[in-house]
């Protein structure tokens, strides 16, 4: 029997997965792999496999499995102790999505759109404000994702750099426990000093609601909630920073798309989609235990076994997606997977959907010159987070 595979697999181009995907998906629907923390996983590669295991209730996301296929030991250590929500199983999995869902339907969100739009008008303004030439990740991808969190749940707009580096290093996949815990005790201590001042003096915002409806009521405890806002913040964050930055780079390398887009403006939505298919960033977040033996496709993940449902993978599957490495605005791509599927599909994603549109469009009517300052494949990716993106993207009008 030959090794298995080491995992994870780097990106070599930005705008699609992994080389091997696609040889490994072609010749089986589950693939044995070792992780960086020596222990053996399972990948699946296939559309309807990858769908059909994240809508089962034979799987676990709990975090304190012993064979939980996280892919460092920092973030194991970490979320076992803090429990996040997205690595928990029902009924405590209901109890903490409760809090959130009724905060981002489809009417809430769009009601946000005018504050998404002032964000992104605000940050362009900064940015065009000096001389031609900035990071497009730092200067706006991050500001515009992060204050539209910080607007969300209602967190001073004051700490844009101190969330970029917590979640930096929370995500990292080289980040040790100890690092990993202490970034999420500043994160945590930040939004309990929060709580106890909504406490006193409740506003009209997310995190008043959930204190004077939920907390103080007794319906949770201070640290569910503090666990809550906190996954908010690192889920909703990073996610949408890589997408932005990363659809910008594709359309600045794409003059044909760019033309497209900015030609018919009532195709952004399917763009966004699209978009998120093609880049797929959140790849390697769906990390499952088999609560019992699972058949895929007639290879057997074993009960007690770790998998990772690979987003990437399933959502360049030809099978679900004709020629998938072409990037099509005008192909219905809305059945992708970049969101998850199942109980724990992204609670956010009406949210990044307005996100990403709101930015790409801003940006595009705004900056019409705008290019990037080095070849594309110069921009430095990062392969080494939980959700792929771009280290920086150098740009210049
Ligand atoms: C382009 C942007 C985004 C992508 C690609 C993305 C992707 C995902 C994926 C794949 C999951 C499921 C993980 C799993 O099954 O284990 C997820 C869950 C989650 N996302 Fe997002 N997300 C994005 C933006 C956001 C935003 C803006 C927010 C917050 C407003 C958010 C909050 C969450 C939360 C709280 C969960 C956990 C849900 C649960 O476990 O029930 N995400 N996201």
């Known amino acids: 029997m030959t090794d298995p595979l080491a995992f994870p697999l780097p990106r070599t181009c930005p705008f699609a997965p992994p080389d091997d995907y696609a040889r490994l998906r072609a010749r089986e629907p589950a693939t044995r792999v070792v992780l960086p923390t020596g222990r053996p996983a399972w990948i699946v590669t296939r559309h309807a496999d990858v769908r059909a295991l994240l809508g089962s209730s034979d799987v676990s996301s709990d975090i304190r499995h012993p064979n939980f296929p996280a892919m460092g030991a920092g973030e194991q250590e970490a979320g076992a102790r803090s429990r996040p929500f997205i690595r928990t199983d029902p009924p405590e999995h209901t109890k903490y999505r409760r809090l959130l869902v009724p905060e981002l339907t489809v009417r809430r969100v769009r009601a946000m759109r005018p504050a998404v739009q002032g964000i992104a008008d605000a940050a362009l303004d900064a940015m065009l404000a000096g001389p031609p030439g900035a990071d497009l990740v730092t200067a706006y991808a991050n500001v515009v994702s992060t204050s539209t969190i910080c607007e969300l749940i209602g967190l001073p707009n004051e700490h844009i750099a101190l969330f970029h580096e917590i979640t930096r290093v929370s995500g990292g996949r080289n980040s040790n426990a100890a690092e990993v815990g202490a970034a999420l005790g500043r994160l945590f201590q930040l939004l309990a000093d929060l709580i106890t001042l909504r406490e006193k003096e409740p506003g009209t915002d997310l995190l008043s609601r959930l204190v004077t409806e939920h ?10 909630l503090l666990s809550t806002i906190g996954i908010t913040v690192i889920a909703g964050r990073e996610t949408t920073t890589s997408m932005i930055s990363l659809a910008t780079l594709l359309l600045l390398t794409r003059p044909d798309l760019r033309a497209e887009l900015t030609g018919d403006p009532d195709l952004m939505d399917g763009a966004v989609d699209e978009l998120l298919r093609v880049m797929s960033v959140t790849d390697t977040i769906p990390l499952r235990v088999a609560a019992r033996d699972l058949d895929v496709g007639g290879t057997v993940i074993p009960e007690g076994d770790g998998f990772i449902a690979l987003l990437a993978a399933a959502d360049h599957d030809p099978a679900a997606f004709p020629d998938p490495e072409k990037v099509d605005f005008r192909r219905d791509a809305r059945h992708h997977l970049a969101f998850g599927y199942g109980i724990h599909v992204c609670v956010g994603q009406h949210l990044a959907r307005l996100e990403l549109a709101v930015a790409l469009e801003t940006l595009l ?13 110069e921009v430095p990716m990062n392969n080494a987070s939980a959700t792929f993106g771009l280290d920086s993207l150098p740009v210049t009008w």
Request: proline share 17%; charged share 30%.
């Open 365 to 377: 009517r705004r900056v019409p010159t705008l290019r990037p300052a080095v070849p594309a494949d």
């Open 215 to 224: 907390l103080l009521p007794g319906r949770v405890t201070r640290q569910e």
